[in-house]
């Protein structure tokens, strides 16, 4: 990070999302299609589902109908709003990327 912005560093910063423990949803994506997701989740008593921590990964094709909502949501709605939120309207969508889900709201929410 040394230098800062200006040098091409950055840093995200987040709230700690507790629902972590849940798993987390990566939506593997070509251009503007899902071509997969994986659900992270990690091992029990962690935080963490980055590979070789023992967390479990289930992968699911991009059309899995337990998260259609979500990824009709995110396909339609939301895509179109991402690289001009990011200042980057004028710039097409990376050829390879992920977006991860982490549940927030509280537990029962549809």
Known sequence: LEGGKEAGGQLVDQRFCPRIVEGELR?????DSLVG?????????????????????TYYGPDEAKFKNLTTNFLDRDLPKVMPALGLAAEPIPLWWTTDFILASPEGTP
């Open 27 to 31: 939506y593997n994506c070509v251009c």
């Open 37 to 57: 997701i994986i659900h992270k989740k990690p091992k029990e008593g962690g935080i963490s589902a980055v590979g070789g921590t023992g967390s479990i990964y």
